[in-house]
């Protein structure tokens, strides 16, 4: 059964999945897997936030800024 959490869920996967691909675009230097675990660092620090649709976002922002200082 598919509910709007599941739903929403999916769509948070895909949008980090994109933002992945934009970074390793962006930064061909660092390896896909430190990215990725970038990417999964800064989105823990939002998992229990109540609402999810800006945390692509901010955690896109974190990642860049993190990447900036290296």
Avoid: K
Avoid at 20 to 30: I, N, S, T
Avoid at 51 to 61: C, D, G, N, T
């Amino acid at each position: 059964m598919t509910t709007l959490d599941t739903m929403a869920s999916e769509q948070l996967d895909t949008h980090f999945a994109q933002l992945e691909d934009r970074l390793g675009h962006d930064y061909a230097d660092v390896t896909r897997t430190r990215l990725h675990a970038m990417v999964d660092h800064e989105r823990a620090r939002f998992a229990g936030a109540r609402i999810h649709a800006f945390v692509p976002i901010l955690v896109e922002r974190a990642v860049r800024a993190a990447l900036a200082t290296t």
